[in-house]
């Protein structure tokens, strides 16, 4: 069964600190998204990755970075958390014949004290 | 930029009942459509896609999407709820001539009454 891995369910983090979100995924799909969901306001993309090391932002980068060394991780990070950011991360992948994401991870729930 | 109106934002239906959720989209030319289904605690499950060819999709669990492009629209619609159709479903599009990655709806929560 195919599988997008996000590294925690469940984040606690203080204003200020470098915080970093995992996703791997193992179906060798070239795309990778990281969405941020809020109630009310749908899914807005972040950024994605149509390669490694490859990168375009989304929607709404600032505040956000991304690294790809690998195919099969994407790595969302927030440079300098803000209260702002407290939101459900979900990370995607989809195989390069299709640009819209296709198998999503069940989501990081980040919490910003 | 490509922009989705989900009507409603939440529909609630008698179990058997039909289920039918709203998706309008902005572009003026026929973008890439598709629904996605989010249960409780977890990441979101493609439904359904329209890309060319014959305006009537069907995807999984019984649910079909119909596109309308004198309408700008493309409504999910379902015969007859069950109880584990219960959750978030999403409304997206792409953007014509440009990227190809989905602007998402704000997303319609399904409420199945037994």
């Known amino acids: 069964d195919v599988k997008v891995t996000q590294s925690s369910r469940y984040l606690v983090k203080r204003t200020g600190e470098k915080v970093f979100l995992e996703c791997v995924q193992d179906m060798d799909h070239e795309n990778m998204f990281w969405y941020r969901q809020d109630p009310g306001l749908g899914l807005r993309l972040i950024y994605f990755s149509y390669d490694v090391k490859m990168k375009e932002k989304g929607d709404i980068p600032e505040g956000y970075s991304v690294s790809r060394e690998k195919k099969e991780r994407f790595s969302l990070i927030l440079e300098s958390a803000s209260t702002n950011q407290t939101s459900m991360y979900l990370c995607?992948?989809?195989?390069?014949?299709?640009?819209?994401?296709?198998?999503f991870g069940d989501g990081t729930r980040l919490s910003i004290l | 930029a490509q922009s989705v109106t989900q009507l409603g934002s939440h529909v609630s239906v008698s179990e058997g009942a039909l289920v039918l959720l709203r998706c309008n989209y902005s572009s003026s030319v026929p973008p890439y459509l598709f629904w996605y289904v989010q249960y409780p605690n977890q990441g979101l499950q493609l439904l359904l896609k329209?890309?060319?060819?014959?305006?009537l999709v069907k995807g999984i669990n019984g649910f079909e999407a119909e596109f309308k492009k004198s309408e700008t629209s493309f409504h999910l619609t379902k015969p007859s709820a069950h109880m584990s159709d219960a959750a978030e479903y999403f409304c997206?599009?792409?953007?014509?001539?440009?990227?190809?990655?989905?602007?998402f709806g704000r997303g319609t929560s399904l409420i199945v009454h037994p």
């Open positions: 997206a599009a792409t953007a014509s001539g440009g990227s190809y990655i989905p602007t």
């Open positions: 329209y890309t060319t060819g014959a305006t």
């Open positions: 995607a992948s989809s195989p390069e014949t299709d640009n819209q994401p296709q198998h």
